[in-house]
């Protein structure tokens, strides 16, 4: 390319020398051929240039191509050395197959050959079963010919006889034994229907019991409970929260068996603030609430008028969780104040300790907190007071300091106020006239 180049530019210039320059003297000759030698010289040079970047260009080019080719090289290389790595697990993978394809080969001989031996043997007693039936139809001939021969017609007519009486008493006895288990299956049912009878008149009687429970409105300890069947029921509402879910809207007397507990009567109200179980009522001193500790835990009063449902059923209910402790009292001037507490009350075994911890009220008398404080009555002191606060105070109660908080004591107006319900959470004392403590059911838990 470089020789063809300078060929082109030596016949242009002389070429062109050739035809467009006129004759000269000989010495401007001379100094004209220098000029246009140094012009073919630049032109020259610039080729050449040109000529070096265009191969400065191809030789970069050649390179990238020659790394790309290295690289699609080591590629080709890597992968080649997989398949060679591929192919070696193949062929390890098949020789492994090809001794067990032997093996499974010479299975399947020893297979065929045991079933041939089978089928064989299958045949074989096949054979023999046929022989042995020959064999006993030809026996059962000969002794009929036998028996034909021995035995004479009487004999024959005797026996027959005997084998038709025989059939007859196998029927009746068979008809006796069908009959003796029709009069079993029967006594079953008299059995079934008399228990069902006494199941019902047990249920009659419960729900005398229940309906005289009703009528009179007297506080019962636990009660029975039976469903349909004369068995004991394990579906009851746990409480009053329950019993508003499984369709009741009326405040009245219901039975519920909390989780662990046996079954009794509470008093469960609806109103448009929530649904309540009621523990306590005091409102006209009908009542005495000066009672033993076991009172106290068991409950006593009227749930018509006066009444405290007791401490085992209280405990029971409160265990459960989601509820709240509501206290409504009112004063002798007929002005009433209501507080809700979140509270946690413990097991027999720490004398009923009760938490409070305010959760909002309606007076400014409320009690913010209450915590840990035992409950008490004239002959069951819980050994943190002395003397006794139940004594001078009368009634049961979570006593703290004597003389604060008892909505337990006697209705009175006059003194000594001490001996009636009272409430002293702050500055001075307040007799009260009436009092409801109740435990009202939520949808979430409430931690003091």
């Given at each position: 390319?470089?020789?063809?180049?300078?060929?082109?530019?030596?016949?242009?210039?002389?070429?062109?020398?050739?035809?467009?320059?006129?004759?000269?003297?000989?010495?401007?000759?001379?100094?004209?051929?220098?000029?246009?030698?140094?012009?073919?010289?630049?032109?020259?040079?610039?080729?050449?240039?040109?000529?070096?970047?265009?191969?400065?260009?191809?030789?970069?080019?050649?390179?990238?191509?020659?790394?790309?080719?290295?690289?699609?090289?080591?590629?080709?290389?890597?992968?080649?050395?997989?398949?060679?790595?591929?192919?070696?697990?193949?062929?390890?993978?098949?020789?492994?197959?090809?001794?067990?394809?032997?093996?499974?080969?010479?299975?399947?001989?020893?297979?065929?050959?045991?079933?041939?031996?089978?089928?064989?043997?299958?045949?074989?007693?096949?054979?023999?079963?046929?022989?042995?039936?020959?064999?006993?139809?030809?026996?059962?001939?000969?002794?009929?010919?036998?028996?034909?021969?021995?035995?004479?017609?009487?004999?024959?007519?005797?026996?027959?006889?005997?084998?038709?009486?025989?059939?007859?008493?196998?029927?009746?006895?068979?008809?006796l034994l069908k009959a003796v288990n029709e009069q079993s299956e029967q006594l079953n049912n008299q059995r079934t229907k008399i228990k069902g009878l006494e199941n019902k008149l047990s249920i009659q009687?419960?729900?005398?019991?229940?309906?005289?429970?009703?009528?009179?409105?007297?506080?019962?300890?636990?009660?029975?409970?039976?469903?349909?069947?004369?068995?004991?029921?394990?579906?009851?509402?746990?409480?009053?929260?329950?019993?508003?879910?499984?369709?009741?809207?009326?405040?009245?007397?219901?039975?519920?068996?909390?989780?662990?507990?046996?079954?009794?009567?509470?008093?469960?109200?609806?109103?448009?603030?929530?649904?309540?179980?009621?523990?306590?009522?005091?409102?006209?001193?009908?009542?005495?609430?000066?009672?033993?500790?076991?009172?106290?835990?068991?409950?006593?009063?009227?749930?018509?008028?006066?009444?405290?449902?007791?401490?085992?059923?209280?405990?029971?209910?409160?265990?459960?969780?989601?509820?709240?402790?509501?206290?409504?009292?009112?004063?002798?001037?007929?002005?009433?104040?209501?507080?809700?507490?979140?509270?946690?009350?413990?097991?027999?075994?720490?004398?009923?300790?009760?938490?409070?911890?305010?959760?909002?009220?309606?007076?400014?008398?409320?009690?913010?907190?209450?915590?840990?404080?035992?409950?008490?009555?004239k002959d069951h002191n819980d050994g943190n007071h002395e003397p006794n606060c139940a004594q001078d105070y009368t009634g049961g109660w979570w006593f703290s300091i004597c003389g604060d908080i008892n909505?337990?004591?006697?209705?009175?107006?006059?003194?000594?106020?001490?001996?009636?319900?009272?409430?002293?959470?702050?500055?001075?004392?307040?007799?009260?006239?009436?009092?409801?403590?109740?435990?009202?059911?939520?949808?979430?838990?409430?931690?003091?």
């Amino acid at each position: 390319m470089l020789l063809l180049l300078l060929s082109f530019l030596l016949v242009s210039s002389q070429s062109h020398s050739f035809l467009t320059e006129p004759t000269l003297p000989e010495h401007q000759t001379e100094t004209r051929l220098n000029f246009a030698a140094l012009d073919e010289v630049r032109l020259l040079a610039n080729g050449l240039l040109q000529l070096g970047h265009n191969l400065r260009d191809f030789v970069q080019n050649t390179k990238n191509q020659i790394n790309n080719i290295f690289q699609k090289l080591n590629i080709f290389d890597k992968s080649f050395y997989q398949l060679s790595v591929l192919t070696s697990e193949i062929k390890e993978e098949e020789e492994e197959l090809k001794k067990t394809t032997v093996i499974l080969k010479a299975n399947n001989e020893e297979i065929k050959g045991l079933s041939l031996e089978i089928n064989s043997k299958v045949e074989d007693i096949i054979k023999e079963r046929n022989h042995l039936r020959r064999q006993v139809g030809g026996l059962e001939e000969k002794l009929s010919g036998l028996s034909q021969s021995l035995l004479s017609a009487e004999q024959v007519t005797e026996i027959s006889t005997f084998k038709e009486i025989i059939q007859t008493q196998e029927k009746s006895i068979t008809d006796l034994l069908k009959a003796v288990n029709e009069q079993s299956e029967q006594l079953n049912n008299q059995r079934t229907k008399i228990k069902g009878l006494e199941n019902k008149l047990s249920i009659q009687e419960t729900a005398q019991n229940l309906q005289k429970n009703r009528q009179t409105n007297s506080l019962s300890g636990y009660l029975p409970y039976f469903t349909s069947d004369g068995s004991f029921s394990s579906n009851l509402p746990k409480d009053c929260g329950e019993v508003f879910s499984r369709g009741q809207k009326f405040s009245s007397l219901y039975a519920i068996k909390p989780y662990e507990s046996e079954t009794f009567l509470v008093n469960c109200e609806f109103t448009e603030e929530g649904v309540f179980t009621v523990i306590q009522r005091r409102h006209d001193g009908s009542v005495d609430f000066d009672q033993s500790w076991e009172k106290y835990e068991e409950g006593f009063g009227d749930f018509s008028s006066e009444f405290w449902l007791g401490l085992k059923k209280i405990y029971a209910i409160a265990r459960q969780g989601h509820s709240l402790l509501h206290i409504q009292i009112e004063d002798w001037r007929k002005e009433k104040h209501f507080m809700a507490y979140q509270y946690i009350l413990e097991d027999a075994a720490s004398n009923y300790t009760i938490h409070l911890k305010l959760h909002s009220a309606e007076s400014s008398s409320a009690l913010d907190e209450h915590t840990g404080f035992r409950f008490s009555t004239k002959d069951h002191n819980d050994g943190n007071h002395e003397p006794n606060c139940a004594q001078d105070y009368t009634g049961g109660w979570w006593f703290s300091i004597c003389g604060d908080i008892n909505l337990n004591g006697k209705c009175i107006q006059s003194r000594p106020r001490k001996k009636g319900t009272h409430w002293k959470p702050g500055r001075g004392t307040t007799s009260f006239k009436a009092s409801k403590i109740s435990i009202s059911h939520l949808t979430k838990p409430q931690t003091p």
